[in-house]
């Protein structure tokens, strides 16, 4: 950096002070600089994008990377906010800030890295990236997405999201059926009838509860 430089006595005054640059010295002199940052992944945007269509209130961006490097990426992918220059104590720190604010939704962490171990384990949920990350963040992460594609975040958002919408199903038909039945058990009703309806609202409502939920796999196969 630019202090470390003038220590060793090079001219430093078309030098920019940034963590992410790589300078070159000819003859005491900064001459130029390389720039240092992680390549956006190509459907970074479209997740991200996605994401909030699906319902997502907020996209928080919490990085050990530079703070210009943080906020280029920002506004690249349309995420509402970010902290840079963050170590793993911090990001924990932030994400427990995130928590108390919103103590009524599920924070969700997406990292990769050993770096990223402590604020995944901290999260409602922690999702490690499996093709890029450590043994132990993936232990320690709630879901692993072994194929490195970002986008299973989207897909597996909305099977999530179908999934819960027929459990209510299930959970909605099997009360009023044996509701209905239940009301009907104090009149004069032929026996057989309350016999067989006693039978079909317990084994016939789980069948069909299962046949109900075997739709999700043709889904999840579908997307």
Do not use: H
């Amino acid at each position: 950096r630019k202090s470390y430089l003038e220590g060793q006595k090079v001219k430093t005054a078309n030098m920019i002070d940034d963590n992410d640059y790589l300078y070159v010295v000819i003859d005491d002199v900064v001459a130029g600089y390389l720039v240092i940052e992680d390549e956006i992944k190509e459907n970074a945007y479209e997740v991200v994008n996605s994401l909030k269509n699906l319902g997502i209130k907020q996209t928080i961006m919490i990085t050990g990377d530079s703070t210009r490097v943080a906020k280029d990426v920002q506004s690249k992918l349309g995420i509402d906010k970010c902290f840079g220059e963050m170590n793993p104590v911090e990001k924990v720190d932030i994400l427990q800030k995130i928590k108390e604010a919103n103590p009524n939704d599920v924070v969700v962490f997406v990292g990769d890295g050993i770096n990223d171990a402590p604020v995944i384990s901290a999260a409602d949920v922690g999702i490690a990236i499996g093709g890029l990350g450590t043994d132990a963040t993936e232990q320690i992460a709630d879901i692993v997405l072994i194929n490195n594609d970002l986008s299973k975040l989207v897909d597996g958002l909305k099977i999530a999201k179908k999934t819960k919408s027929i459990i209510w199903q299930n959970i909605i038909f099997a009360l009023l059926v044996k509701l209905v039945f239940l009301v009907m058990a104090p009149f004069n009703i032929i026996n057989d009838i309350l016999i067989y309806g006693a039978i079909f609202a317990d084994v016939g409502v789980s069948l069909l509860a299962v046949l109900n939920s075997l739709r999700t796999l043709k889904y999840g196969k579908n997307k």
